[in-house]
């Protein structure tokens, strides 16, 4: 694929507004998490430390899954594109 030429479909342009949402967001919750842990402990330490834990990991998720969609709307676009110009020729 002309990756130079190439327009990205709708889907493709959604997906990747996700994708930097939950980076964003993911690294949001890291810095939130590396002052916590400069933090004093006290009662609530340790359930906001599980929250912010568990909040990493889910964006970390979410954004393996926008790239996933990402490539995959990628190949499909390609394999259009390849139907096209074998129809054309």
Sequence with gaps: M????FKPTLAIMEYEVKL????????????????????????????????LETGVRYYSTCADYYVCKIENEYITAEIEREKEQGLQN
């Design 2 to 5: 002309d990756r130079m030429n």
């Design 20 to 51: 930097r949402e939950c980076v964003g967001q993911r690294e949001k919750l890291k810095r939130e998490l590396a002052e916590l842990e400069q933090k004093k402990r006290d009662i609530f330490w340790d359930v906001e430390h599980a929250m």
